[in-house]
């Protein structure tokens, strides 16, 4: 009987040393596939973890936007093998910790890589009175279900690239259908209609993204990946990108060519057109670039023919990513980078002039995620970016106003990129159908009686919600008595009603996915029945109802 027991502990020792390799060996499969999430699937079956099973699994999850699993692994990558590792992933651990907010411990490791002296309580404390603009945001439509960016305008519509078309092959990347272009109208309070997805002339079943037009839209320039796959520096094989050009004839796309300058063995990507249409800004990670993908700028000769692509230099490109160029029609270069000094991940810059320097747009826009494809109507004041701080890629139509110095303390809401109340919470919450003052909430909202008296110069904005369940009116009203209520607390508390304005949204700005009735739990809904109290100094955009009118209409 013993040696009954002996043969099956070696057998079974023997199964479960076969399922560990064949995890690795899997593992390794769909790493080099950069099919990451089941790479990431297949490592995380592995009980004893090698140096080269925490780094890919780091990348896996740091490569889908999956940034507290990437720390956590990258961390314990670095606790077991801290003296035998890349500099890489020293970058991308800075990085995913950016994201969950731990500053002072991801710019130790930044400043490993760069070399620099990055200190980012000072450079996030100077960067608030040196930019020249503040932004307030909202997210353009809800896309649970796909990834939305690299939005641009075209005459009076935009165009935008999505995963939303399910009749496309599966990205092994992400696990979405691969990228079409899509063009369609936005109204002032940023509601989307009249999709139209571009013909077949323009989209096919690789990636398109990334559309830029001439001034009377006849003229396109686009992203489209190759079909060639080569490896890259991580020794994955990936599919480059190309930039195409095609010209609209009697209303449809046609003429569509590869631009000369692009290849297979290399990516140019995401153009971006100036307003006379003579020159052609892009990314690309051709030989010559600075780091890893660069800024350059081509000449669009008038007989159609090219100049040579000319890297913007140092005063853009860093040793890492810089992607994502837009030249305004003031001639602003817009970019995002991982390079420069920032908020973590990709951030949204901007250059002028002769291009020798470049500034960081600020906290009020910049997240630790992907903030990215940032484009704008100078005069209008208006534009669209593109974020995954909520975990996908999804779009943001923006407002700024000149940045008026405010010398108290205040943070910023990643919902809307206000200037918030720096008090514990910074929110008060209700119950469900209720606009009344929760018990639990009077701490707060005395906190916020407190800093009004230690700040007297500062006005401050009741901005209150609803969740989803309800009709759109319903919940606007419900929202409008909430506000009324918080900002009743406060007068009763000594605020002068002069100080305080407020506004209704109903549950048109949700914090998170729960956009309709059955779909959330009800913590989920419970985040959305808030009251925000937002620094107000600035002039009033359109809608904002000062207390009194709040008072007449309740």
């Known amino acids: 009987m013993k040696k009954i027991y002996i ?20 593992g390794d499969r769909y790493f080099a596939q950069a099919a990451y999430i089941d790479a990431a699937d297949a490592y995380e ?36 093998h801290e003296g035998n590792i890349d ?52 997210q353009v439509m809800n896309n649970q279900s796909s990834s939305d960016f690299g939005i641009g305008f075209y005459g009076d519509r935009v165009a935008f690239a999505s995963t939303r078309n399910q009749e496309r092959p599966i990205y092994p ?12 109208k936005i109204d002032s309070t940023g509601k989307v209609s009249d999709i139209i997805l571009f013909s077949d002339a323009i989209n096919t079943d ?5 559309a830029t037009f001439n001034q009377d839209g006849t003229v396109m320039f686009f992203d489209r990946t190759n079909d060639k796959r080569v490896k890259n520096e991580e020794d994955v094989r990936v599919a480059n990108i190309s930039i195409y050009r095609a ?115 600020g906290r009020s826009i910049n997240s630790g995620n992907d ?29 700024r106003e000149e940045n008026e110095v405010i010398k108290a303390p205040v943070v910023t809401d990643e919902t809307s990129g206000q200037d918030i109340i720096p008090i514990d919470g910074s929110k008060i919450y209700f119950d469900f159908d209720k606009a009344t003052i929760k018990p639990e909430s009077k701490p707060v909202l005395d906190s916020v009686v407190t800093y009004m008296n230690e700040n007297p110069e500062i006005k401050v904005k009741v901005e209150s919600h609803a969740d989803a369940r309800g009709s759109d009116a319903y919940n606007m009203a419900l929202s409008k008595r909430r506000a009324a209520s918080t900002v009743k607390y406060l007068v009763e ?47 009033s955009s359109d809608g904002t109802k000062d207390v009194n009118d709040m008072e007449n209409e309740n």
Not at 7 to 26: G, H, M, N, P, R
Not at 262 to 276: K, T, W
Not at 330 to 335: D, M, S
Request: contains cysteine; hydrophobic residues 30%.
């Open 7 to 26: 043969t099956l502990l070696i057998l079974l020792i023997s199964i479960t040393a076969f399922a560990q390799k064949s995890a690795v060996k899997e």
């Open 45 to 80: 079956k592995v009980n004893d973890k090698t140096q080269h099973i925490l780094q890919n699994l780091g990348d896996s999850y740091f490569f889908t936007n999956q940034m507290k699993n990437a720390a956590e692994v990258y961390e314990l990558l670095f606790l077991r």
């Open 87 to 138: 500099a890489e992933y020293k970058f991308r651990y800075a990085n995913a910790l950016m994201a969950a907010g731990n500053y002072v411990k991801a710019y130790n490791y930044m400043n490993e890589v760069t070399g620099k002296n990055w200190d980012f309580e000072k450079f996030s404390k100077e960067l608030d009175t040196a930019v020249p603009h503040k932004f307030k945001y909202d």
């Open 173 to 184: 990347w992400n696990k979405l259908p691969t990228l079409d272009l899509y063009n369609a």
């Open 206 to 210: 690789a990636h398109e993204s990334s």
């Open 247 to 361: 010209e609209k004839v009697n209303g449809k796309w046609t003429n569509v060519k590869k631009l000369p300058f692009s290849s297979e063995e290399y990516s140019v990507e995401h153009p971006s057109l100036s307003a006379d249409g003579k020159k052609l800004y892009f990314a690309s990670d051709m030989p010559g670039t600075t780091g890893s993908f660069d800024i350059y700028v081509v000449d669009v000769n008038e007989d159609g023919t090219y100049g040579t692509p000319q890297n913007l230099g140092p005063g853009v490109n860093t040793p890492h990513r810089e992607q994502f160029p837009f030249i305004s029609d003031a001639g602003v270069l817009y970019f995002t980078s991982d390079g420069h000094e920032g908020f973590g991940n990709l951030d949204i810059y901007r250059s002028e002039g002769d291009f020798s320097e470049s500034q960081n747009l």
């Open 371 to 399: 903030d990215f494809a940032f484009v704008i109507k100078e005069g209008q004041e208006k534009g669209f970016f593109a974020s995954n701080r909520r975990g996908s890629d999804n779009l943001y139509q923006f407002t």
């Open 493 to 539: 508390h000594g605020i002068d009603k002069s100080r305080l304005t407020s506004e209704g949204y109903g549950e048109n700005r949700p914090v998170n996915d729960c956009t309709k009735p059955g779909i959330c739990t009800e913590a989920q809904y419970a985040k959305n029945r808030r009251s925000v109290f937002v620094v107000s100094n600035r002039k």
